[in-house]
């Protein structure tokens, strides 16, 4: 899967919270079905959990810069919430 794409045709079609105090915010109120964190997140329980509860974590090999960049924003994304895919496969993300 090209993870650029997906993560654009979930941001067009579908429902994501970007930003930490957004995707923590949506992951507590288990509003989220996969969090996606960047390798220079901040929160320490985000950047080495595989899960928070029953959501599960992607861990992005890039930085915030990278992640902004391939969601085609200008702005550096050190976490984000998937809360509905739309038409994009980014729950089948291995988070292993």
Not at 58 to 65: K, L
């Amino acid at each position: 899967m090209d993870l650029a794409h997906a993560l654009k045709v979930a941001l067009d079609t579908g429902t994501v919270r970007i930003g930490l105090t957004q995707t923590l915010e949506a992951a507590d109120a288990k509003k989220a079905r996969l969090v996606i964190v960047a390798s220079s997140c901040p929160d320490p329980r985000l950047a080495k959990e595989r899960a928070i509860g029953r959501i599960p974590i992607y861990h992005y090999d890039g930085t915030a810069v990278e992640l902004g960049q391939a969601c085609g924003r200008p702005h550096p994304i050190s976490a984000m919430a998937v809360i509905d895919p739309g038409s994009s496969a980014i729950l089948s993300l291995e988070t292993s």
